[in-house]
């Protein structure tokens, strides 16, 4: 939980904040300091607040959340909804489709973007802008747009009631493109070409130079698009309709609509999407910090 | 190289040294073909993937949105009448006005919660890293899963934060009945959701602001309030802007917090324009309808992607 790891977002800061709040802590305002803490503790509670509710509700049992009475920490702590949701449903299925399913758009999208990526920030060639610009004006495009046709062409295409449905189109993101492009151009060009005149293929240039150098982004890429791909909704909402083959927010969203009211068990099943991301998230910060900084993807 | 260096009268010049090693006009034009034929077979397994899943089904969609069509058959050209069917659509009328409302009160309201966190958070405070992942914890948190501790959290019987308004002796709150509270919880639940990001990139932002500017409208007797207005709040202005195109585009395309907590209900006052467009296009089948909402909605997005390629600062700004 700790942060002061992410180089680029706190170390820094943290000099220049004390440097320019030093006078202004000398003047003696500790109520300005007690009121800041306040302050975040206020803020920290409602964000926190509603993750401990669904903890309380996940480990509590039914006739407790019956109960009526306000309780804000639960009496007994008991597991029977995980029982519940485990005897009822694939959730070992639904949870290996997530990580298949999100693990194959990440890599497959740090592959196609690092090496259209280094097309497109060092090599020179006719197009490559036209190309980089039509990539960038598909970057906002809400998948709404577009999915009628893409649920006709993934059907036509035999991809539908694969998991390739889902990975291809998730896959064909231009964010990896715009991302890998803006890092590969910090790569010096002559370090490129001093390779090419010793007589280093393209290839070879772009695995022994730009690969190796290239590391920083790949973990934010990979990342980024674990994340988004584990959270996804929308389009696997629409090309998968096997329960077999549910992520785990449609398993949620499927959970839901048989457990109705039994707040529960939905809220044991959404633990099990929420904690890895979480936990992910929060032991490499740093990554996924640059990621959201650069892009703005959420 | 070495031998150029010992001489003093030669600068060491890259290009003089290439062109002496490379003759220049045969060996420079077959390497720009290499380069070139390179550069496209280095593009080649992005242009599949963005070409057959994202440009095709776009082409595709302007198409349909000319077609009265039949389930997912084929369909026949009836020009402009799906477009002139959206204009006497009082739900497509709602839908539009209910996006406009979320955009316009999500919008300011998490740019002003993220920057007075980030401020909050960028001061002298102890614990302030952890305070800082906090906020941004629920960025890490799929929409389905927000949407139903958002349900939890607003549920009108069972519901905690109704539980807590009894408790306190206030009347309870149709967070679901009632069209108003439930428009209400769709924003709250968004605004938690995204507060976090937007102090991020506010945060990276306070990071530029070197600490001299401080000093100097300190010494020139700014107050605190002064040196938020005139140093902080301008110094911010390209994260600003680059938020604000970010948080109109998203809140435009919100649609898991909708579809989950909602479902566009009750009697459509949470009902917006890609929740609408989904339901045309997979509950009620009518495709080519859909296919003309999608159409409205790319045109919105890429004015507002234009205004923010235009500006040099949205593409730069963190680094």
């Known amino acids: 939980m700790t942060t002061s790891r992410t180089p680029s977002l706190r170390a820094p800061r943290l000099q220049r904040a004390s440097k320019f709040a030093a006078p202004r802590a000398r003047r003696g305002t500790k109520r300005g300091l007690i009121a800041r803490i306040v302050g975040a503790i206020f803020i920290s509670i409602i964000v926190l607040f509603p993750l401990y509710w669904m903890l309380v509700v996940a480990f509590s049992s039914r006739s407790e959340l019956l109960g009526g009475t306000l309780r804000l920490w639960p009496r007994a702590l008991t597991a029977q909804n995980f029982e519940r949701v485990l005897a009822g449903f694939p959730v070992a299925t639904w949870f290996s489709n997530s990580v298949a399913i999100s693990a194959t758009v990440a890599i497959l999208t740090v592959l196609v973007n690092l090496l259209g990526g280094y097309a497109l920030a060092q090599l020179k060639f006719r197009g490559s802008n036209v190309v980089f610009l039509i990539a960038l004006t598909t970057l906002m495009i809400p998948v709404q747009v577009i999915m009628v046709p893409l649920f006709k062409l993934v059907t036509n295409l035999g991809l539908y009631g694969s998991y390739w449905a889902v990975i291809l189109p998730t896959a064909a993101s231009a964010f990896g493109l715009f991302l890998s492009r803006q890092f590969i151009l910090s790569i010096p060009r002559d370090l490129i070409e001093a390779a090419r005149i010793d007589g280093a293929s393209h290839l070879r240039v772009f695995t022994r130079i730009v690969l190796p150098l290239s590391k920083p982004l790949i973990a934010v890429l990979f990342f980024m698009t674990l994340l988004q791909s584990w959270n996804d909704f929308a389009w696997p909402l629409i090309a998968l309709k096997q329960n077999e083959l549910f992520t785990l927010p449609i398993g949620l969203l499927y959970l839901q609509g048989q457990f109705g009211s039994d707040f529960g068990a939905t809220m044991a099943f959404a633990l099990i999407n929420v904690v890895p991301m979480v936990v992910l998230f929060l032991v490499f910060q740093r990554f996924f910090v640059q990621g959201f900084a650069r892009s703005g993807i959420k | ?319």
């Open chain 2, 1 to 319: 190289m070495t031998t150029l260096a010992t001489d003093h009268e030669h600068v060491p010049d890259i290009a003089a040294v290439r062109a002496q090693n490379f003759p220049p006009t045969p060996r420079r034009g077959l390497e720009a073909v290499r380069e070139a034929l390179a550069g496209w077979l280095f593009l080649t397994p992005n242009l599949l993937l963005l070409g057959l899943f994202v440009l095709v089904p776009l082409l595709w969609t302007v198409v349909i949105s000319f077609q009265k069509t039949n389930g997912f058959g084929v369909g026949e050209f009836i020009g402009l009448a799906n477009y002139q069917r959206l204009m006497s659509d009082p739900l497509f009328w709602r839908s539009a006005v209910n996006t406009l409302l979320f955009t316009i009160i999500v919008t300011p309201l998490s740019m002003g919660l993220g920057l007075g966190a980030a401020v909050l958070f960028n001061s002298i405070l102890p614990a302030r890293g952890l305070f800082r992942s906090i906020l941004i914890v629920p960025m890490a948190i799929s929409g389905v899963a927000t949407a139903l501790i958002g349900v939890l959290v607003f549920d009108e019987n069972n519901g905690i934060l109704d539980n807590l308004i009894r408790f306190v002796g206030l009347p309870s709150v149709n967070w679901q009945s009632g069209g108003l509270a439930a428009f209400a919880s769709v924003i709250l639940v968004t605004l938690w959701w995204r507060v976090g990001f937007n102090m991020l990139i506010y945060l990276a932002g306070l990071q530029g602001i070197g600490p001299e500017l401080y000093e100097a409208a300190e010494l020139d007797g700014a107050g605190a309030v002064a040196r938020f207005r005139h140093v902080t709040v301008p110094l911010l202005g390209p994260s600003s802007f680059f938020l604000l195109i970010l948080n109109v585009i998203y809140s435009f395309q919100v649609f898991d917090i909708v579809f989950v907590m909602t479902g566009g209900g009750p009697q459509n006052a949470t009902s917006v324009l890609v929740t609408y467009a989904y339901d045309t296009g997979f509950v009620t089948r009518d495709q080519g309808y859909a296919a003309a909402i999608g159409v409205v909605l790319l045109l919105v997005t890429f004015v507002f992607t234009a205004l923010r390629w235009r500006t040099s600062h949205g593409r730069d700004l963190v680094e």
